[in-house]
Every structure is written in C-alpha cells, then in structure tokens.
C-alpha cells in the first residue's frame, strides 16, 4: 500500500475531556507492528484507560488496547503491550517538567493517520473535580439547548 495522503481520525478519548483540563497538545508517530495498524485501521482499539510514561528517557503509551488482527495469526502481538512514542528529545524535556508538577499527567487524546502513518495527539491534563465535572455537564446542556432553539427558530422564519 502506498503512502498516499490519508488522514482522519480513528479514534478520540472523549472521556479525556469529561475527566481531566487539557492543555498543552502534541502530536507524536505512533511505532506499531503490520498486523496493529490493520486492526487500528478496522477500528478495533481503544484509549479510554491509556495514559503515557516517561522511562529512561523514551515515552510510551500505556494500557492502550487493539484488538489482535483475525487474519494475522502468528504476526499478532500481546494487545495491552507499551507502544512507544516518538518525540524528539526536546519535546520529551518539556513533556517530563510538565508532568512532574503536582497533580499532573499525560493522557492521548486522538489517534489519527497522517499520509498513512499512525499519529497520536498528546496532552498534559490536570484531573477535574466533581464541581468541574458538574459545570462541564452544565456548559453542554445549555449548549445543546441553545443549538435545540437556534435551529427551531431557524424553521420557522419567512
């Protein structure tokens, strides 16, 4: 398969953003075996519980779950396995001071393909309080109701 220009998004975390203030995005490659893309590719993965380490100065991302490839047979790989991420050794400086302030991590946020590479947006997340988590429900209520009575309103104009 040729590299042609591809991109979308495969996968999001929506729960990253109910759960944590996000800040700070980065896109970083993704290193995956043939038979992970494949399966990234169908969709059969999930980032909900991932988050990112720093060890020895390499990063990897964590608990990140694909599905083993059906037609892959002996090339699959352990599902749950680390998978590292690249970063140059600047952005894995200022990714590691930014972590170690209290109370701060790292968690991926998307998932997409870049001219047939799989690519991972980063962010630094600061975990909410249940009053933030209950303001953020509030902000999207009011928002989908306002959006509800725009497009009513809309309707009916002559």
């Given amino acids: 398969m040729s ?6 998004v495969l996968l999001e975390n929506r729960r990253a953003h109910f759960e944590y203030f996000l800040s700070d ?15 990234l590719r169908r969709g059969d993965a999930n980032i909900s519980d991932a988050y990112i380490l720093i060890q020895h100065g390499e990063v ?14 002996i090339f699959n790989v352990d599902h749950l396995r680390d998978r590292k991420l690249l970063l140059n050794k600047q952005e ?28 991972m947006e980063i962010a630094i997340a600061k975990g909410k309080q249940l009053h933030d ?3 953020t429900i509030k902000e999207k209520d009011l928002k989908r109701e306002f959006d509800k009575n725009a497009r009513t309103s809309k309707d009916f104009d002559i």
């Fill in 3 to 8: 590299r042609r220009k591809q991109s979308g």
């Fill in 133 to 135: 988590k209950r303001a």
């Fill in 92 to 119: 894995i400086r200022k990714l590691a001071a930014k972590i170690k302030l209290d109370g701060h991590t790292c968690v991926p946020t998307k998932v997409f393909l870049s001219h047939g590479y799989a690519k």
């Fill in 25 to 39: 995005f980065m896109t970083a490659g993704l290193v995956l075996t043939g038979t992970e893309i494949k399966s």
């Fill in 60 to 73: 990897y991302v964590t608990n990140m779950h694909i599905a083993p490839y059906k037609e892959g047979n």
